[in-house]
């Protein structure tokens, strides 16, 4: 166990929601272990075993759903995250998306890979397909129906050894960004660019490139399992790709950013923040673009895009309507508050926030993927039956 891994007595307690003298009872039970680290001074837990032991603590009609899956690829803890041990935030300063994909995938941090390439037989199909879908559909919609083309057209699609599958990674990736792009080639970022209704300017697709880094992959969201349920059963890439943008299109996942948004444009309009905010705090148990379960003390992902968001353009309408929102929901903004600011500050259209957040995530959803095909995770799950016993 590493030092960075373990968390001190205080930290500990608050992770069980315990007072420090239950958290050593556990260690004296023999329920917890203490460990000591050299010029540190006293006890350090592991939060594994802190949550294992929160999970059996809690009473059994208040538990929640407690999937535990091994993996590489990011680490949340702390209150920040990680790829594969390294900042995301500093990640964005220095590579391109297309390079922090490839080092999600196979861990190559030199930057020397092939390049990607899209279909443009497969592409030519997944527009031509797009052309009747209709106005108004959502990003997860149009990527999800590009993705199910691109798929159907692809004959190694099924070759899910790690050269094939890595390579059919980024043939499905540029393809899917160039299918609903309309641009020939590019850049990942100037393709989103130009999904979204984005200016065309270097600084905003530069923007653009580091919201699609910091948005790449977050462990196990719920989209995230989906695609390793998958892929644990040896669901193709695209097949995989295809559950992640089902859980991604509900409102409490990829959606979300959308009421912000609404919310913001309405603004734009001369609403008052108050307006706004009443909007979004009707028949909703949890405020939109606020808490987050991972991060109490605040997300990690909202300062940078915030900061990005102030470089590009005005953001008084979020910062109003924020302020607003802090002071009923008693919460603090996450990842999809973010997003909608990133996209007000630009001018977009509500639903551009959704179309960014999908568009990183097909990064993060390959990286699972190929995680499974090479080291499988039992996905057959047990319900706890809560309905009648039979006779």
Do not use: C
């Not at 006293?42 to 802190?50: C, H, I, N």
């Not at 091994?70 to 949340?76: A, D, F, H, I, N």
């Amino acid at each position: 166990m590493t030092a960075p891994s373990l968390l001190p007595s205080a930290a500990a307690a608050a992770r069980l929601g315990v007072k420090r003298a239950t958290l050593y009872a556990y260690v004296s039970r023999g329920l917890l272990r203490a460990h000591r680290l050299p010029g540190r001074r006293g006890s350090w837990f592991d939060p594994v075993q802190l949550d294992a032991l929160g999970t059996h603590a809690r009473d059994f009609g208040e538990r929640r759903p407690d999937l535990r899956i091994t993996s590489r690829l990011t680490l949340v803890e702390r209150g920040q995250y990680w790829y594969r041990g390294r900042a995301p935030a500093t990640l964005a300063t220095a590579w391109p998306f297309e390079q922090v994909a490839e080092f999600l995938w196979n861990g190559a941090s030199t930057g020397v890979h092939p390049a990607w390439a899209a279909d443009a037989s497969a592409v030519g199909d997944a527009r031509r397909v797009l052309r009747a879908v209709p106005a108004g559909a959502s990003a997860t919609d149009v990527l999800r129906i590009a993705v199910a083309v691109l798929g159907v057209a692809d004959p190694l699609r099924f070759d899910l050894r790690p050269s094939g599958a890595i390579a059919t990674a980024r043939r499905l990736t540029a393809s899917a960004l160039a299918s609903v792009s309309g641009r020939a080639r590019g850049p990942a970022a100037a393709h989103v660019a130009a999904w979204i209704g984005a200016r065309r300017e270097a600084a905003t697709i530069a923007a653009i490139d580091d919201v699609l880094v910091l948005m790449a992959d977050h462990e196990l969201a719920a989209s995230t399992v989906a695609v390793r349920v998958a892929a644990s059963f040896g669901a193709d890439p695209y097949a995989a790709v295809a559950a992640g943008l089902g859980a991604m299109s509900g409102r409490r996942h990829g959606a979300a950013s959308r009421q912000i948004e609404v919310a913001l444009a309405s603004m734009s309009r001369r609403t008052t923040a108050a307006r706004a905010a009443a909007a979004l705090l009707t028949g909703e148990t949890a405020t939109p673009g606020f808490g987050h379960p991972l991060y109490p003390a605040g997300d990690p992902r909202v300062p940078p895009i915030l900061a990005l968001a102030q470089r590009l353009g005005p953001v008084r309408h979020a910062e109003a309507l924020g302020a607003v929102l802090r002071a009923q929901a008693a919460s603090l903004p996450n990842v999809d508050f973010a997003l909608a600011a990133f996209t007000h500050a630009l001018g977009l259209a509500p639903g551009a926030g959704e179309a960014l957040f999908t568009a990183a995530r097909l990064a993060g959803w390959l990286a699972h993927a190929l995680e499974e095909y090479t080291e499988r995770t039992d996905m057959r799950l047990r319900a706890v039956y809560t309905g009648e016993r039979p006779e």
